[in-house]
T-cell receptor
Framework: DQQVKQNSPSLSVQEGRISILNCDYT??????FLWYKKYPAEGPTFLIS?????DKNEDGRFTVFLNKSAKHLSLHIVPSQPGDSAVYFC????????????FGTGTRLKVLA | DAMVIQNPRYQVTQFGKPVTLSCSQT?????MYWYQQKSSQAPKLLFH???????NEADTPDNFQSRRPNTSFCFLDIRSPGLGDAAMYLC????????????????FGPGTRLTVL
């Protein structure tokens, strides 16, 4: 039972345009969400996070939106750059669970120059 | 730079031949995690240590063991690798439990890709 789902395995976007990566979750106990970015031959690196008390968190070109009623979050990258080409993982955790991140399967973003 | 290091980056073993993967950290974090990631799948938590306290996930096969001799090092032992154990193994650390700025943000190593022949 996949509790965190990234239904788009891949996405291609032109440089300078907006990239939107989506993530859905099923467990209503999740209250903290993260996005990790992974380049080939490297481990995932933390990108941005959001707590369930917020519906938006922004960090430079990256914004994460959370819609709790729909159990949906999205990562917006504006403007997209070729260096953003990577696999993006969504992860969720519950403060009552303390430590466990549940990851999605990832979306491979390709930004075309 | 403080970091999480995994050795080797690529490991080839034979079916049934024990193998050990290594992880070290210079972050002085309390928690160390081992994840298994198969192709096109999500990273799956196998177990973790909080300091010396070992915590196994319920569905982690008995074939997988771990050791943490000190704060800096953690090992993943696969006693009798099968073809189904071929995967990327990711080590991660966090300062503490909890969410994000509470110290729970996880830092990952580059992974070890295990091939079983």
């Amino acid at each position: 039972d996949q509790q965190v789902k990234q239904n788009s395995p891949s996405l291609s976007v032109q440089e300078g345009r907006i990239s939107i990566l989506n993530c859905d979750y099923t467990n209503s106990m999740f209250d903290y969400f993260l996005w990790y970015k992974k380049y080939p031959a490297e481990g995932p690196t933390f990108l941005i996070s959001i707590s369930s008390i917020k519906d938006k968190n922004e960090d430079g070109r990256f914004t994460v939106f959370l819609n709790k009623s729909a159990k949906h979050l999205s990562l917006h990258i504006v403007p997209s750059q070729p260096g953003d080409s990577a696999v993006y993982f969504c992860a969720a955790s519950s403060s009552s669970g303390t430590y466990k991140y549940i990851f999605g399967t990832g979306t491979r973003l390709k930004v075309l120059a | 730079d403080a970091m999480v290091i995994q050795n080797p980056r690529y490991q080839v073993t034979q079916f049934g031949k024990p193998v050990t993967l290594s992880c070290s950290q210079t972050l002085n974090h309390n928690v160390m995690y081992w994840y298994q990631q198969k192709s096109s799948q999500a990273p799956k938590l196998l177990f973790h240590y909080y300091d010396k306290d070992f915590n196994n996930e319920a569905d982690t096969p008995d074939n997988f063991q771990s050791r943490r001799p000190n704060t800096s090092f953690c090992f993943l032992d696969i006693r009798s690798p099968g073809l189904g154990d071929a995967a990327m193994y990711l080590c991660a650390t966090s300062r503490d439990y909890g969410s994000g700025q509470g110290g729970g943000e996880q830092f990952f190593g580059p992974g070890t890709r295990l091939t079983v022949l």
